[in-house]
């Protein structure tokens, strides 16, 4: 698939997504005040107006959270929007830009498996490592435990890629005409028209 058009359906995907859950964290939001305010004032338990004021607090949050991902558009549909806004760019060019942006994404997503995965490795053998010195079994046994909890999260985040760098998989080769100058038996050389392929492995 052409690199502008994944990065067009990526970004409405977003988009999508983030309006929906938008929505559904300012109804709850919304709900969730409704009935911590009235009861806050309406109790005379001190206990009671501690959890009801959490549930104001959290409410708050929730509708901010949400009309954050209702109006803030996601990096996709910015850089989308960047692109189309360009005069002049002819679709190979589009294609090119988008492919430098998801090749971007795909990069970082790619850094931040590999932090991860380091991260889980060492916490893993420092867990071993306390365990196999420990003089407690029932400490030992929980830290055999953790250290396989990170030790399965580093094989994880180690073995599946992560969604940026699927997207690159599902980007068609490039076909681009190269101006190149051949040889003639008169030792003149003249400019052909040839078919370069860029293709990703």
């Given at each position: 698939?052409?690199?502008?058009?994944?990065?067009?359906?990526k970004a409405n995907t977003i988009?999508?997504?983030?309006?929906?859950?938008?929505?559904?964290?300012?109804?709850?939001?919304?709900?969730?005040?409704?009935?911590?305010?009235?009861?806050?004032?309406?109790?005379?338990?001190?206990?009671?107006?501690?959890?009801?004021?959490?549930?104001?607090?959290?409410?708050?949050?929730?509708?901010?959270?949400?009309?954050?991902?209702?109006?803030?558009?996601?990096?996709?549909?910015?850089?989308?929007?960047?692109?189309?806004?360009?005069?002049?760019?002819?679709?190979?060019?589009?294609?090119?830009?988008?492919?430098?942006?998801?090749?971007?994404?795909?990069?970082?997503?790619?850094?931040?498996?590999?932090?991860?995965?380091?991260?889980?490795?060492?916490?893993?053998?420092?867990?071993?490592?306390?365990?196999?010195?420990?003089?407690?079994?029932?400490?030992?046994?929980?830290?055999?435990?953790?250290?396989?909890?990170?030790?399965?999260?580093?094989?994880?985040?180690?073995?599946?890629?992560?969604?940026?760098?699927?997207?690159?998989?599902?980007?068609?080769?490039?076909?681009?005409l190269e101006l190149i100058t051949?040889?003639?038996?008169?030792?003149?050389?003249?400019?052909?028209?040839?078919?370069?392929?860029?293709?990703?492995?």
């Amino acid at each position: 698939m052409p690199a502008y058009k994944l990065l067009t359906e990526k970004a409405n995907t977003i988009s999508t997504d983030d309006r929906e859950t938008g929505w559904a964290y300012i109804l709850s939001g919304a709900v969730t005040l409704t009935v911590s305010i009235p009861a806050y004032y309406l109790s005379t338990d001190l206990f009671a107006r501690v959890i009801y004021t959490v549930g104001e607090t959290l409410g708050v949050a929730a509708i901010g959270y949400g009309s954050y991902l209702v109006l803030i558009d996601n990096d996709y549909t910015r850089y989308k929007r960047i692109i189309d806004r360009v005069p002049n760019l002819t679709a190979p060019q589009k294609d090119n830009l988008a492919r430098i942006f998801l090749e971007e994404n795909a990069e970082r997503a790619r850094r931040v498996r590999r932090i991860r995965v380091i991260t889980h490795s060492l916490t893993a053998a420092l867990n071993f490592l306390s365990a196999a010195t420990s003089s407690q079994s029932e400490l030992r046994t929980s830290l055999y435990f953790i250290g396989g909890v990170n030790t399965l999260a580093a094989l994880g985040f180690g073995l599946k890629k992560s969604e940026e760098e699927k997207l690159i998989d599902g980007i068609a080769p490039t076909a681009s005409l190269e101006l190149i100058t051949a040889a003639t038996d008169s030792g003149v050389t003249t400019p052909a028209l040839g078919l370069g392929l860029n293709f990703r492995f």
